[in-house]
């Protein structure tokens, strides 16, 4: 072997050596740093409005990942959503928008179209906290919306969410808590109904 591919060889290690040490040394840090719900809107622009009516909500602090699960390896998850973040300020830059009307689309569409993937809370992960502090009421009743004129009060464990398909239909089943609660500032809006009961089909 010549003097010159022993030193390539030598390099091509000593690289390959930094970055596995570098990737060693950061990937703690940044597994930290992904369990901070704030680290949610400092690196995804779109999640901001979701992470301020979180703090302004009874789930003020409490970690993302308490109520969001995946079953893939959470770099994988992050490198598919910076995916998708690159590719949705790509399309708005190129239809001639800024980038606060693109991180406001953005934040629109999750809103409308949640990702439909196992880190849709379930409602296992609600009840963990539920079922021992705060329990949900049984009978709701919300003069805020409309439908409550008619129908006095719901019963929660009568109230059969997973039968229904909002009209983004994803399948509620094992996720009934958050069909009608909004994942972050936790509220019921008067839309929330009409997603699975529209006026149109109103017998």
Avoid at 15 to 44: D, Q, Y
Wanted: negative net charge; proline residues 6%; aromatic residues 4%.
């Amino acid at each position: 072997m010549e003097k010159g591919e022993k030193v390539i060889i030598a390099v091509v290690i000593l690289v390959t050596l930094g970055v596995v040490a570098g990737a060693a040394a950061i990937i703690p840090v940044m597994m930290e740093e992904m369990h901070k719900p704030e680290s949610c809107a400092k690196n995804c622009h779109e999640m901001q409005p979701f992470y301020d009516s979180m703090q302004a909500s009874p789930h003020a602090g409490i970690d993302c990942h308490a109520c969001h699960e995946t079953t893939e390896p959470e770099l994988f998850l992050y490198a598919k959503e910076m995916t998708n973040h690159i590719e949705g300020i790509s399309v708005g830059l190129s239809e001639g928008k800024d980038l606060d009307e693109i991180y406001k689309d953005m934040a629109e569409k999750l809103e409308r179209e949640p990702p439909r993937t196992e880190s849709l809370t379930k409602t296992e992960a609600c009840m963990r906290c539920h079922s021992t502090r705060k329990q949900p009421a049984e009978e709701i009743s919300d003069p805020n919306i409309s439908c409550f004129k008619c129908h006095g009060t719901i019963l929660h464990t009568d109230h059969k969410v997973a039968e229904y398909h909002g009209y983004w239909s994803p399948e509620f089943e094992e996720r009934e808590c958050v069909a009608c609660h909004n994942e972050h500032d936790i509220d019921v809006k008067e839309e929330t109904c009409k997603a699975c009961h529209p006026p149109e089909k109103h017998p």
